[in-house]
């Protein structure tokens, strides 16, 4: 028998030279790109939280942007209304956006596809609407700026390493959970839910399990772009983010791990650049949407992961 | 080991299991016969948790199991084969296979552990003794058909069951595939000592396999007993053998 590694050693090269061209990035590049990147990673890691059970568990998460939302806010009003020490604030949103992610999650899990993406909605719209609405304690539709970012990362080089080393640890975690038993047989209810049952799985339980560790790392990522931007906002929360972060995962390809983090990158610069030429972003999203569903389906990563795949059966073949 | 007692199901105002009644002993091969639409399939389900039924008991292994969801089912130790192919199909045969044993093992809710260091041999094994080792890296949705029904069975091993359930095992093989799965249900049954429970259309397969036969029609069990009993059964031939004439 083959002993089965969980990564090949071509990728551990590739993700070395990576994280290498990533670390030395901020002394090559101007502030903004800096920043840029910085976002890239966090819409990147909250794109590949989605995936944990868009792509993974097959679970049409509707209202992913909520724990985003709620991680970042969690952080940002326990710093500021509750004086608490900022990194203290970043180890507590992601738990808060963890706990709203069960509660939810009892609520939704029971119902099947359609059903359980409508009510997921609504239950997000109701988060949106109390974040919109509290001036007093939210700062409502203005939401909070001027957050204050311990002095170690308040830098934007500091907060771009602080980003980058919480999202490396946060894929590899994510890397790990996929490809364990938890991950396996997540997979499996994707594919058929009521086989899954059959075969002593308590699909319900697992759901919600899932749906908890995608809530939390959602989190990270909003506690994340606390960091970088100093400000919170209720757009994070809103269903068009939603939407958006499942483009994402489509784009990059939701069957690949770090697909959603190559769409979430993807969406941040084509965002900025488009940004430059026009206000009508969403309209382009839309347009690539439709292209991605007819030529692209796989996803940008699915396509070639599926191309060297082929290319590799061929030349076994001969 | 399982027992069954007027169990019945309807959908609505349709009868699909009016009064059904089965045992099965430790170690046996039961064969269910039936014309299309007896209830076989209903029956399977009812048994395994799939569907509640509306009145009647099925008792395995001493407890009272029906109504029970079935993945509790599963966990004591009663597996079921599908009818239509139903596996896991962007996973590798091998994943399917080791899924299962993972349920079996208690072990899904491992977060940090790779799952390859886990279940392998015991994969392997499966893989081996039904013969699909050498198709262990395929899609198992690029299967044909026959090996995906092999497929099934496999993950229904997986669970290591002691009464292994199988809704027509051979349906839509060939020949050569249905002569190969009989030998196997034949190994399971005499190495492994695994309980076994079919339903088949295949008069020749259930003859030559079962030690005992129930006989449905129309949601009733109208007879059960050895092959001889059955096929000498006034009701049965009445009903089913002769009746049609398609058996």
Redesign the interface.
């Known amino acids: 028998?083959q002993k089965?590694?969980?990564l090949g050693s071509r990728s551990l090269i590739l993700v070395a030279l990576l994280l290498a061209a990533l670390a030395l990035f901020p002394s090559m590049a101007s502030r903004y790109y800096i920043y840029l990147v910085a976002l890239m990673m966090v819409t990147g890691l909250l794109a590949t939280s989605l995936n944990l059970v868009l792509g993974y568990g097959g679970m049409y998460q509707f209202n992913h942007a909520v724990f985003y939302g709620v991680g970042a806010y969690a952080a940002a009003l326990l710093t500021v209304r509750g004086g608490v020490n900022p990194w203290w604030g970043y180890l507590l949103g992601p738990v808060v956006a963890a706990a709203l992610s069960l509660l939810m999650g009892l609520i939704c899990v029971r119902l099947s596809k359609l059903y359980f993406g409508m009510l997921q909605i609504s239950l997000g719209s109701l988060v949106w609407a109390v974040v919109f609405r509290w001036y007093s304690f939210t700062g409502g539709d203005d939401g909070m700026h001027g957050v204050p970012v311990p002095r170690l990362i308040g830098s934007i080089d500091g907060a771009y390493y602080f980003v980058l080393i919480v999202t490396v640890v946060c894929l590899a975690?994510m890397y790990?959970?996929v490809?364990?038993?938890?991950?396996?047989?997540f997979?499996?209810i994707?594919?058929?839910p009521?086989?899954?049952?059959?075969?002593?799985?308590?699909?319900r339980q697992?759901q919600l399990?899932g749906l908890v560790?995608a809530g939390f790392f959602g989190g990270v990522a909003g506690t994340l772009f606390v960091t970088v931007e100093g400000s919170v906002f209720p757009d994070m929360l809103f269903w068009t983010l939603s939407l958006e972060i499942i483009i994402m995962c489509l784009l990059g390809g939701w069957?690949t791990f770090l697909g959603p983090m190559l769409g979430g990158g993807m969406v941040v610069a084509l965002r900025a650049v488009v940004g430059i030429y026009t206000d009508y972003w969403t309209m382009v999203l839309g347009i690539i949407l439709m292209l991605l569903i007819f030529f692209l389906p796989e996803g940008v990563l699915g396509f070639f992961t599926a191309r060297l795949g082929r290319g590799r059966a061929v030349r076994e073949g001969d | 080991m399982l027992s069954v007692q007027h169990l019945r199901k309807s959908f609505g105002p349709f009868l699909a299991v009016s009064d059904a009644n089965l045992i099965v002993e430790q170690g046996e091969i039961v064969a269910v016969i039936g014309p299309n639409g007896a209830g076989k399939t209903t029956l399977f389900k009812l048994v395994?948790g799939?569907l509640k039924p509306n009145r009647g008991q099925v008792v395995f292994k001493g407890q009272d199991i029906a109504g029970l969801?079935?993945?509790r089912v599963?966990?004591r130790g009663l597996?079921?084969s599908?009818q239509v192919v139903?596996?896991?199909?962007?996973?590798s045969v091998f994943?399917?296979v080791?899924?299962?044993v993972?349920?079996?093992r208690r072990?899904?809710?491992?977060?940090?552990?790779?799952?390859?260091r886990?279940a392998?041999?015991e994969t392997?094994e499966i893989l081996n003794n039904v013969g699909l080792a050498d198709k262990a890296g395929l899609i198992s949705g690029t299967l044909s058909h026959g090996d995906s029904k092999v497929l099934e069975m496999a993950?229904?091993l997986?669970?290591r069951p002691e009464l292994l359930i199988m809704d027509e095992p051979t349906a839509g093989m060939s020949p050569e595939e249905t002569r190969a799965a009989m030998g196997l249900i034949q190994r399971l049954n005499g190495d492994m000592g695994i309980t076994i429970l079919f339903c088949e259309h295949d008069m020749e397969l259930v003859f030559n396999l079962a030690q005992r036969i129930m006989v449905m029609r129309q949601g009733k069990t109208i007879a059960q007993g050895t092959c001889d009993e059955v096929r000498c059964d006034e009701n049965v031939q009445q009903a089913y053998l002769g009746g049609h004439g398609d058996a």
């Open positions: 028998m089965q590694k969980l975690v790990l959970i490809n364990s038993p938890f991950g396996r047989v997979q499996s994707r594919d058929n009521e086989r899954a049952e059959a075969i002593g799985v308590n699909v697992h399990v560790i069957f | 395994t799939q969801s079935p993945h599963c966990r597996s079921l599908y139903s596996v896991f199909p962007r996973m994943e399917n080791r899924v299962a993972l349920a079996r072990q899904v809710l491992r977060l940090f552990t790779p799952a390859v886990l392998g041999e392997w993950i229904a997986g669970n």
